[in-house]
T-cell receptor
Framework: SQQGEEDPQALSIQEGENATMNCSYK?????LQWYRQNSGRGLVHLIL?????REKHSGRLRVTLDTSKKSSSLLITASRAADTASYFC?????????????FGKGTRLHILP | KAGVTQTPRYLIKTRGQQVTLSCSPI?????VSWYQQTPGQGLQFLFE???????NKGNFPGRFSGRQFSNSRSEMNVSTLELGDSALYLC?????????????FGPGTRLTVT
């Protein structure tokens, strides 16, 4: 089963609005990362947040982490057409002592002009 | 610094054939991971290599294999291709294994099995 589950699966908003995506995970983690993928291309790293951090900012991006709820959110403020992409959270799932990185299925974000 | 490169970018194969995909990591990166991405299953972890050793493996059949060379370049091989192997195969490199640092992804190899 997926370690990370993004919600919603798809999101369409008007340009200029804020977009919020959520990620829930099942096991304890050391780090959580958010990535962006433009259609059919490789992933681009956005932000890494460690388990002892609660919030992190990078430009128009704000990530929060709630380890008690095993969830994270990614907020994109003042969205632009170029933000249209799929967004994935990735965790280092401590499953069977392996620390392989597990990705969720992603949120497809579409920014309407 | 050059990014992660993957070759070939596109590939069409027939069921039953085998295929080898190549990944060159960012200079200095010693960890290489492979992922399979399909619309239905999303991004699934295949395996990770570090210092020429397979460090982690996902839940894929033995038809999927890989290796890493001394220069950190990696290859993955899929034998006896099935239609369901059609996917985007992504390679990612990082300084060290695990999620301590971010991974840098290549553009992917789009494999179509007919």
């Amino acid at each position: 089963s997926q370690q990370g589950e993004e919600d919603p699966q798809a999101l369409s908003i008007q340009e200029g609005e804020n977009a919020t995506m959520n990620c829930s995970y099942k096991t304890s983690i050391n780090n959580l990362q958010w990535y962006r993928q433009n259609s059919g291309r490789g992933l681009v790293h956005l932000i890494l947040i460690r388990s002892n951090e609660r919030e992190k900012h990078s430009g128009r991006l704000r990530v929060t982490l709630d380890t008690s709820k095993k969830s994270s959110s990614l907020l994109i403020t003042a969205s632009r057409a170029a933000d249209t992409a799929s967004y994935f959270c990735a965790t280092d799932a401590n499953l069977n002592r392996d620390d392989k990185i597990i990705f969720g299925k992603g949120t497809r974000l579409h920014i309407l002009p | 610094k050059a990014g992660v490169t993957q070759t070939p970018r596109y590939l069409i194969k027939t069921r039953g054939q085998q295929v080898t995909l190549s990944c060159s990591p960012i200079s200095g990166h010693r960890s290489v991971s492979w992922y399979q991405q399909t619309p239905g299953q999303g991004l699934q972890f295949l395996f990770e290599y570090f210092s020429e050793t397979q460090r982690n493996k996902g839940n894929f059949p033995g038809r999927f294999s890989g290796r890493q060379f001394s220069n950190s370049r990696s290859e993955m091989n899929v034998s006896t291709l099935e239609l369901g192997d059609s996917a985007l195969y992504l390679c990612a490199s990082s300084l060290v294994p695990g999620a301590v640092y971010e991974q840098y992804f290549g553009p992917g190899t789009r494999l179509t099995v007919t």
